[in-house]
């Protein structure tokens, strides 16, 4: 295939794209079918319509997109990149002949797979953190508890029910038996 560089100042201008590939295909006589004696494509078109295929089978299985609607060009590489390495990491799982899953069920616990890592590290401060984030992380990350480790009584404290009402210091572990209902 020749290298051929086309540059269109006015992307709107359909008749001129028209023109220069007509032009392309009449200039070379092997464009020309020898059975019906029509014109053939120019090779630019048979090319990439012979090329397109994957991003067609892409566009297909991409199904469930990351993308959100941004004015930052960055963002919007990201996203793409987000969608092709899930398809290809469900390819590549199906390739292996994992059990196969639905497209929305593969890609939710992908993205917890990938993220418990973060998770994990996060939770292990979380000096600073609103509760709500804190709970959301024990949802998702239960703690373990080593089962070995003896568990110590409470500190004895004074009941605070008492210290209200009477003015009275009891110590107690939790309530004093007075206070109890």
Same mark, same amino acid.
């Given at each position: 295939?020749?290298k /051929?560089?086309y540059?269109f ?6 008749a001129?794209?028209? /023109? ?12 020309v ?6 014109q053939q /494509?120019?090779?630019?078109?048979t090319?990439?319509? %012979? ?6 089978? !892409?566009?297909q299985?991409c ?6 609607n941004t004015?930052r ?10 969608n ?5 990491? +469900? ?6 002949k ?10 939710? %616990?992908?993205?917890?797979q990938? %993220?418990?890592? +973060?998770? !994990?590290?996060?939770s292990l ?8 984030? +804190? ?6 990350l239960? +703690?373990? /508890?080593?089962?070995n480790?003896?568990t110590?009584?409470?500190?004895r ?6 210290m209200?009402? %009477?003015g009275?210091r009891?110590?107690?572990n939790?309530?004093?038996k007075n206070?109890l209902p």
């Amino acid at each position: 295939m020749d290298k /051929k560089m086309y540059d269109f100042s006015n992307p709107n201008d359909v008749a001129e794209i028209r /023109k220069l590939l007509e032009d392309d295909a009449s200039d070379d006589p092997e464009l020309v079918e020898e059975n019906t004696g029509e014109q053939q /494509k120019p090779e630019v078109i048979t090319f990439y319509n %012979t090329t397109k295929g994957g991003v067609d089978t !892409a566009d297909q299985m991409c199904t469930f997109s990351v993308s959100r609607n941004t004015r930052r060009w960055p963002m919007v590489i990201f996203f793409a990149c987000l969608n092709v390495a899930g398809i290809n990491s +469900q390819v590549i799982s199906i390739a292996n002949k994992l059990e196969p899953l639905k497209r929305r069920i593969f890609l939710k %616990t992908l993205s917890h797979q990938l %993220t418990i890592g +973060q998770l !994990a590290r996060r939770s292990l401060n979380t000096s600073g953190m609103p509760t709500h984030l +804190q709970s959301r992380l024990k949802r998702f990350l239960p +703690q373990e /508890k080593p089962e070995n480790t003896p568990t110590l009584p409470p500190k004895r404290r004074k009941c605070g029910m008492c210290m209200a009402e %009477t003015g009275f210091r009891r110590m107690t572990n939790y309530e004093c038996k007075n206070c109890l209902p």
